[in-house]
């Protein structure tokens, strides 16, 4: 039997509240309501911190689950934030793209590890039901620093309009070390595949 455990861990629902306040991010940020939409982007990169410390710290909120909740939780808030902020005209189109496609192969992956390791019946039930653990994902450490900079990138964006340097060449050396780490985290997951996906014994 797939190893059950469960899903209403504190970092878990940390993850899920990040998710939902990526749509109100963009709506904040089309609407160019830049002071309020700085203000929410911290606090989802409190909910980022927590989670990641509660489940370090406490062995029975760390889960399976979580380990692709919070990268997942990550990717959706990233793509959101990179294409209202490209409709806001502050981040170029084509890093957004680049952003978004890295992101929707990595997505793709993660639903495909699902399906190999899961074990039979592979019913849609038992897919989408997070109380079945089946794989851990191990995000590569050039992977970590791109959402880092991804991220740094984003609130710098953000407090541009604010703090008044839209145009600043900092700003523009950014987009470049962004699109850096993002082409090399994609070749790392490709390159390293196997390594960053831990399967869960299903004893």
């Not at 309009?161 to 987009?175: A, E, G, H, K, M």
Request: charged share 10%; with cysteine; hydrophobic share 50%.
């Amino acid at each position: 039997l797939p190893q059950y455990e469960n899903p209403w861990t504190i970092p878990n629902i940390l993850s899920m509240a990040r998710m939902g306040l990526a749509p109100v991010l963009g709506y904040l940020i089309v609407e160019e309501n830049f002071n309020v939409a700085l203000g929410v982007f911290v606090l989802a990169g409190v909910t980022d911190l927590l989670d990641g410390f509660i489940a370090r710290n406490w062995a029975n909120q760390k889960s399976a689950l979580g380990s692709a909740l919070d990268p997942l939780a990550d990717k959706i808030l990233i793509s959101v934030l990179y294409v209202s902020l490209t409709c806001a005209n502050l981040i170029p189109a084509s890093l957004t793209s680049m952003i978004i496609l890295r992101d929707v192969a990595l997505i793709a992956a993660v639903f495909y590890v699902r399906y190999k390791t899961l074990s039979p019946p592979r019913t849609l039930s038992r897919y989408f039901n997070p109380c079945y653990a089946t794989a851990q994902l191990k995000p590569t450490f050039i992977s970590k620093m791109n959402t880092a900079v991804q991220l740094i990138l984003v609130a710098a964006s953000l407090a541009a309009p604010v703090f008044n340097y839209v145009d600043s060449i900092y700003l523009q050396t950014l987009w470049c070390i962004t699109a850096f780490t993002t082409i090399s985290s994609a070749y790392s997951y490709y390159h390293y595949g196997r390594k960053t996906v831990q399967v869960i014994n299903n004893k």
